[in-house]
C-alpha cells in the first residue's frame, strides 16, 4: 500500500440534506464537561452496500452520543456523473433522516471524488474525528488481499483517529438493532 500524500487534492461536494430533519440546539448536560458536553464528531464511511448499512446502524446504537455530530462520507469516481452524484444524495438524505430518528444526533454529509480509501483518510485528517467507522465489503481474507480492501487500506493509514471496521452480517443473524 502507498502511503497517503500530503500534497494531493481531491474534489468534494457537501450534500445539503433534508430540511425536514428539525434544528435541535445543543443538549444542555448539567453534570457532564468538557469533551462530552461539547459532541464529538464520528466519520462514518458509507455506500450502497449492506455492509456499509450493518456499519452505520453499528455506530447508532453503539457508538454515538445526542450531543455527537455524525460526518457521512461516500466516495465517487466521478462528481461530474450526475445519476452517481443523484444517487449518493438520496443515500445521504436517508440515512441523515434514520439518524435524527433513532439517535437525535446531528448528520453532515459530503461525496468525495477519487480513490475511496485515500479519500476517507484525508477526510479523517481535516475532521480529525473520535472514530472513524466502515464496513467490510464481504471478501475472504485471501480475495481482500489480493485485490486490496479500503477498510485495510484505511485502517493502516488512517493516524489522527481509531478506525472500527464493523464486519459484515454473518449468516442467520437478524439485525444489530
Not at 90 to 114: D, P, Q, S, Y
Not at 115 to 132: H, N, Q, S
Request: hydrophobic content about 40%; overall charge negative; aromatic content about 4%.
Amino acid at each position: 500500500m502507498e502511503p497517503l500524500m500530503e500534497e494531493e487534492e481531491y474534489n468534494w461536494r457537501e450534500v445539503k440534506l433534508p430540511s425536514l430533519i428539525p434544528v435541535v440546539p445543543e443538549p444542555e448536560l448539567e453534570r457532564e464537561t468538557g469533551e462530552r458536553r461539547r459532541g464529538r464528531d464520528i466519520l462514518i464511511a458509507v455506500d450502497h452496500g449492506p455492509n456499509s448499512k450493518r456499519a452505520f446502524d453499528w455506530a447508532l446504537v453503539h457508538l454515538v452520543r445526542i450531543a455527537d455530530t455524525i460526518h457521512l462520507i461516500h466516495a465517487v469516481s466521478s462528481l461530474k456523473n450526475g445519476l452517481v452524484y443523484e444517487a449518493a444524495q438520496g443515500l445521504m438524505e436517508k440515512l441523515a433522516v434514520e439518524a435524527f430518528e433513532v439517535a437525535m444526533v446531528k448528520t453532515l454529509a459530503r461525496i468525495v471524488e477519487g480513490d475511496a480509501g485515500k479519500a476517507i483518510c484525508k477526510e479523517a485528517e481535516r475532521l480529525k474525528p473520535a472514530a472513524v467507522v466502515m464496513g467490510t465489503r464481504g471478501r475472504s481474507l485471501i480475495q481482500s488481499v489480493l485485490q486490496g480492501s479500503v477498510s485495510e487500506y484505511c485502517f493502516h493509514n488512517c493516524k489522527t483517529a481509531p478506525t472500527i471496521i464493523v464486519p459484515g452480517k454473518e449468516e442467520g443473524e437478524e439485525s444489530v438493532v
